[in-house]
């Protein structure tokens, strides 16, 4: 098994004033060669946007696009006509493909939003543009593995055009379980969404993440009650 540690503090980050961002690999302003991405995961961000702010339209091609709220809510349009909202627990993907502009911004005018900005390089380009948006129950994730993203519209959980799997866990203090791998040479990265886990031996604490390839198996412990985020994704 091979490993790669990225402690919560090693994280790139900018602060805009309406924007808090935080990069696990490089994006925008930070660029650092030994942090571009881990295998097909291209951009793992953590954004809180201020009320009433947000993201103007702005493109994207060929690339897989998941947001994931974690505390209020998120407003989603495109010009392709969609309008909605993403609340926490929904878990949205944009297939960009050929090209599609879209805007996000707070809901609230008030309230701050926090969520997750998911980059994934796609095992198919130029595909035609398009969304995926599902809710997932909490009680879906007490102390097990919770799928919410898969490659097919088969299986459970938004799809994608990528060989990977995400799934969210939210673990009691003590609770313990194996992460079986679902495809060989996938590598999986672990992100710590709140309190303290160790992770085949390697204790990580909130918003930590680590990487781990070459394996089959990785055994996770939770030290404290635990909200994680899996992504198995290829090795490119």
């Known amino acids: 098994m091979k490993t790669v540690l990225h402690p919560a503090d090693s994280r790139g980050h900018a602060n805009h004033g309406w924007l808090d961002s935080y990069h696990t690999f490089s994006f925008g302003g930070y660029h650092d060669?030994?942090?571009m991405h881990f295998g097909a995961l291209r951009v793992l961000n953590d954004d809180t946007v201020a009320g009433g702010r947000g993201f103007g339209a702005h493109p994207h091609d060929n690339m897989e696009i998941v947001s994931i709220p974690l505390e209020g809510t998120l407003e989603h349009q495109d010009n392709a006509g969609h309008h909605g909202l993403i609340r926490p627990g929904d878990v949205q993907v944009m297939s960009a493909g050929t090209g599609i502009a879209h805007s996000e911004k707070n809901h609230s005018s008030a309230e701050q939003v926090r969520f997750l900005q998911i980059w994934l390089f796609p095992d198919q380009r130029n595909v035609a543009p398009r969304y995926d948006q599902q809710h997932f129950a909490a009680e879906g994730r007490h102390n097990q593995f919770q799928q919410v993203l898969s490659p097919s519209?088969?299986?459970a959980?938004?799809?994608v055009h990528q060989q990977a799997w995400f799934h969210r866990a939210d673990f009691e203090a003590g609770f313990a379980a194996d992460y079986q791998l679902k495809?060989?040479?996938n590598g999986l990265y672990v992100f710590?969404?709140?309190?303290a886990a160790t992770v085949a031996?390697?204790?990580?604490?909130?918003?930590?993440g680590l990487g781990l390839w070459e394996t089959e198996t990785?055994?996770?412990?939770?030290?404290?009650?635990t909200q994680l985020l899996?992504?198995?994704v290829p090795m490119l």
């Open 153 to 155: 519209p088969d299986d």
């Open 230 to 232: 899996l992504m198995e």
């Open 201 to 208: 031996g390697q204790p990580l604490q909130r918003r930590d």
């Open 33 to 35: 060669p030994a942090r």
């Open 192 to 195: 710590v969404l709140e309190g």
């Open 157 to 159: 959980g938004v799809w």
């Open 218 to 225: 990785v055994t996770i412990h939770a030290d404290s009650a």
């Open 183 to 185: 495809k060989s040479g």
